[in-house]
């Protein structure tokens, strides 16, 4: 068994406009709460990327590093906290809604160049076997309309990036068996995919809504509900304490525990 985990947090992006406070805190909770709480992963099979360091392609080399040679009974974790938008997709037979997710990795321009795509994900995540136990974490904004004013507390800010253009990208054909398949594994998403993901300050600390409450009730009820009820948990948190999202569980193993 090889258990193996990678942790993306980006808080400094080139433009000042999207900072964000608690991306960097979400990814070291996280490695605490595998690492230390659980010892599910050992540190050595534990890679963070944060700020400069998470390009397109430093996260790219490292999703490769993750998936290689993933056998049954491997738990591999990816965990990505940081911005996300929404863009109209080339090939609408691939997209029911016309758009495509992505994330915005450090070195995205907001007019397209180095986005990571769901497409992307999807052929990057095809080849992982089954019995292989995925779980992909994305805390950051799925957000049609970046542009909107939000008009709330000041301790929270959103995980969008500010300065997109909504650009079209390029799909191909042979890539519609792997988008189409559902996930072999589990995503935990912080939010609806119109929707937008909070950076805010809880208990006196920045974190992403999501996370912090995420990692509250895996604490809880990690060895005793499935990944799908703890995500509504997590929901009926963030409405309790008036986060404006509703996050989302999905995949063929979102009914299986967080770890094996």
Request: hydrophobic share 35%; glycine share 6%; with cysteine.
């Amino acid at each position: 068994m090889k258990n193996k985990a990678l942790l993306v947090g980006i808080n400094k992006y080139p433009d000042p406009r999207n900072e964000l406070r608690g991306c960097i805190n979400d990814i070291l909770d996280m490695e605490h709460f595998i690492a230390e709480t659980n010892k599910v992963y050992a540190k050595q099979n534990i890679k963070k990327l944060t700020d400069r360091d998470a390009t397109k392609k430093g996260i790219v080399t490292q999703l490769k590093w993750l998936v290689e040679g993933a056998a049954p009974g491997d738990q591999l974790l990816f965990h990505y906290s940081g911005h996300g938008a929404q863009s109209p997709t080339l090939n609408a037979k691939l997209e029911a809604d016309g758009l495509d997710e992505i994330i915005c990795p450090y070195d995205f321009s907001g007019q397209g160049e180095n986005a990571l795509r769901d497409k992307e994900f999807a052929q990057l995540f095809a080849g992982i076997p089954k019995g292989v136990h995925f779980v992909w974490i994305s805390d950051s904004c799925h957000a049609e309309d970046l542009s909107r004013d939000l008009k709330m507390n000041k301790a929270i800010i959103y995980r969008q990036f500010q300065g997109v253009t909504h650009h079209k990208l390029e799909t191909t054909s042979e890539n519609f068996n792997a988008i189409t398949t559902p996930l072999n594994g589990a995503l935990l998403s912080a939010c609806a995919s119109h929707e937008l993901s909070a950076d805010a300050y809880i208990d006196k600390r920045f974190n992403g809504a999501f996370t912090h409450y995420l990692i509250k009730n895996l604490l809880q009820y990690s060895d005793s509900k499935s990944m799908q009820a703890i995500v509504q948990l997590v929901n009926k948190d963030l409405d309790k304490n008036g986060y404006d999202q509703n996050p989302e569980s999905e995949g063929k193993l979102q009914n299986d525990f967080f770890f094996l």
